[in-house]
């Protein structure tokens, strides 16, 4: 009789993935540069504030949201979440096989609204690469 690899089996259904770890039943540690909360750590119940823009030209807009849920699947991270005024659900995902420093949105603490209005203020002044100079102020 083969007696089958136990630990071979536990390693695999308990992989441990360093970009995401569910952490008991109600917390989700993602290690995304969109999710700006201490420690990468989000909780169901927990109230946050989810910023986004409808463009590259657009200012940010800041919703209230509140986590319900969270399931990691096949690269992605889907946060289930819920806008404290409309009282609508959102599904946001995170790529976490996305190499770049893509964020379309970001999520912060409820404390951290100056943070995320400096960084969502600097990713629309920047639009795609502050780096580069300015070919605008050139022309004095």
Known sequence: MIKPDLNQFVK???RVDPLYKAIGLFSHYINSECILVQDMTISKGK???FAT???EFTAPI???????DAFYHRDKVHLFVLDKNSHRVFIID???ESKKNECPWLLADENSYEKLKEI????LFCKNDCSQPNPSSDLN
């Open 12 to 14: 695999e259904v308990t």
């Open 47 to 49: 109230h946050y504030l």
């Open 53 to 55: 823009s409808e463009s």
């Open 62 to 68: 800041v919703r209230k949201v509140m986590l319900l």
């Open 94 to 96: 995170v790529n976490m």
């Open 120 to 123: 969502m203020d600097i990713k």
